[in-house]
């Protein structure tokens, strides 16, 4: 089975159920060393994200609001944005895997693991969303991610924007969203979703902790310093930084952010 373009025809899979079946074929042959690395393919620029297909896309300001979470509907929005988040990760974490050439078999090991990872995160999430009545693609969504994708083409960069910027504030929100929900633990359906968030949490700490690990790779093998962190994110999203409320302190530690960095963040000494 060849490599990259295998990766493509998975990325521009447009059908889930077949996305992840590809996904799953080519990964065991990816863990049974059973793949060909391609030495002259060359990546494209993907037009649109894969879910175009069957999801209404709008500006990020448009998607529906997550409230009054002991609503169906409520409930709905909620599990739908976030299984958004977790299905455009999916398509992230593959595309770092073939996008990005002539590194150690363990970037590769790594981002595929992630999109595994990605998948079972979305899976959990749709079998709770068909529980009360939706599938995914029934709630407007933006495509942020995907942009985020198409507009960081360097190895520091993309690591820097997806999973050290992106994917940490995850890190940050999920917190506040499980704070709301444990109000309403006496719901069923709230227990189980506070489960599969507190799974997603917990996992997610490690793909953050990953993208740390190449992303000061990647500046070291191109000798810049660290801090080019603040310059790169600075450049995609201005005034990001500082004075940014409610870090997740602890799980960005682990995640390889250093003190320096969450106070330089926050603009004042919390670590």
């Not at 799953?24 to 690395?37: E, G, M, P, W």
């Not at 895997?97 to 078999?105: E, P, T």
């Not at 810049?224 to 004075?243: A, N, T, V």
Request: proline share 3%.
């Amino acid at each position: 089975m060849f490599f990259y373009s295998s990766l493509q025809k998975i990325i521009q899979t447009t059908e889930p159920l077949k996305k992840f079946e590809y996904f799953n074929r080519f990964y065991q042959s990816f863990l049974n060393a059973d793949v060909n690395f391609e030495p002259n393919f060359t990546p494209i620029k993907f037009d649109e994200p894969s879910y175009a297909q069957f999801c209404k896309i709008v500006a990020p300001q448009k998607v529906q609001k997550r409230k009054n979470f002991t609503t169906n509907e409520g409930r709905a929005i909620l599990i739908h944005a976030v299984c958004h988040i977790e299905y455009s990760a999916i398509d992230l974490a593959l595309d770092a895997a073939y996008r990005f050439r002539s590194l150690a078999d363990k970037f590769y090991a790594d981002w595929l693991e992630v999109a595994s990872d990605e998948i079972r995160h979305f899976k959990m999430l749709e079998e709770l969303l068909n529980e009360i009545g939706y599938e995914y693609g029934d709630f407007s969504v933006h495509n942020s991610l995907f942009e985020a994708s198409q507009r960081t083409n360097t190895l520091v960069e993309r690591m820097a924007v997806v999973p050290r910027f992106l994917e940490a504030n995850g890190l940050d929100a999920t917190p506040f969203i499980l704070e709301k929900l444990k109000r309403i633990l006496n719901d069923k359906g709230i227990k189980k979703l506070v489960n599969v968030l507190n799974i997603i949490l917990y996992e997610e700490i490690e793909h953050v902790r990953r993208g740390d690990e190449w992303f000061k790779y990647a500046c070291d093998k191109e000798g810049l310093g660290y801090d080019i962190y603040f310059e790169i994110i600075e450049r995609y999203y201005p005034q990001s930084f500082p004075k940014k409320k409610g870090l997740n302190i602890e799980a960005r530690k682990i995640s390889g952010f250093s003190c320096d960095e969450l106070n330089r963040m926050s603009s004042k000494i919390i670590c």
